[in-house]
Structures are given as C-alpha cells and as structure tokens.
C-alpha cells in the first residue's frame, strides 16, 4: 500500500488487530460495532484504552442502549500503538487510509 489508500477490516469473533507494519501510519476513519459484548481501542501490547466500550452499538441493526454513529472518527495507528478488538462474540469493521 501507498500512502493514501484505503484499507478496511472486518474484525470476527476473536481478539483481533490492525497493526500496521514497521514504518507505516494508518488513519481510522470508521468504525462499525453491532454487538454489546467486545470493547475495541488503542493497544500497545499491554495496555488498551478503549474507542468504543462493549455496550455500545454503532449498528442500525440494533436499539441497544448506547447506540450511536461512530463512522466519523480519526484515530492514528502505527506499529507499536495500534487497533485491538478484545472478547470473541462481535464483529467489529473498521476502515481507513494510509498516512504515514
């Protein structure tokens, strides 16, 4: 990928990342979240500080509480501070471009 490609992910029922590779910078953009079990945030590789807390619900699909759109974010990720989906139950997708 180039700087200024898209990229997207969809995240299934594990604990899954986006990490970029050394030397590379991705912005989030979006993030799509439809179930209420898993959290999804910033990870170093020991500590999580989260986006999006387990309760909420980006999806149309859904009326759970605390339900809202979170498709217009901006988020950094690069190598060593990068996107985890923690818990095995949601699917999370998130999107974005290359900056760096």
């Not at 020991?46 to 986006?51: M, R």
């Not at 339900?67 to 699917?91: E, H, L, P, Q, W």
Request: charged share 20%.
């Amino acid at each position: 990928m180039a700087e200024g490609d898209a990229w997207n992910q969809l995240m299934g029922t594990g604990t899954v990342s986006r990490q970029p590779s050394a030397g590379v910078e991705e912005m989030v953009t979006f993030m799509i979240k439809r179930g209420t079990t898993d959290t999804i945030g910033h990870y170093n590789g020991s500590l999580q500080l989260g986006w999006l807390a387990a309760a909420v619900v980006t999806s149309a699909e859904s009326a759970a509480e605390g339900r809202r759109d979170a498709s217009n974010v901006r988020f950094i990720i690069d190598n060593t501070s990068y996107c985890r989906k923690t818990g095995t139950s949601d699917y999370v997708a998130i999107g974005g471009m290359q900056v760096g």
